[in-house]
């Protein structure tokens, strides 16, 4: 498979978690599609502390893993939203 592209989309979102609504990422993302992976390239923005843990109400909200090669982070279903 391939690997993603590396410059990527120029459309930023923000990623929230959903349980105490503090900002975790800005993020490159590409298509209209539901938010299941984020790759660590892609990140513009990283507000957490630890991976994967919401500063704020320190809840595990992803996990870390490789997609095609590249180091992501996978989200947890319902944990976190975007805009």
Do not use: H, S
């Not at 690997?3 to 990422?25: E, M, R, S, V």
């Not at 490159?28 to 923005?45: D, M, P, Q, T, Y």
């Amino acid at each position: 498979m391939a690997k993603p592209n590396k410059k990527g989309p120029t459309k930023t979102i923000d990623i929230f978690c959903k349980n105490c609504g503090a900002q975790l990422f800005k993020y490159r993302k590409g298509g209209k599609g539901a938010l299941v992976k984020c790759f660590k390239e892609r990140i513009v923005e990283d507000f957490t502390d630890l991976a994967c843990v919401c500063p704020q109400c320190e809840k595990a909200f992803a996990r870390e893993t490789l997609v095609r090669g590249t180091p992501a982070y996978k989200f947890i279903g319902g944990k976190v939203w975007f805009k």
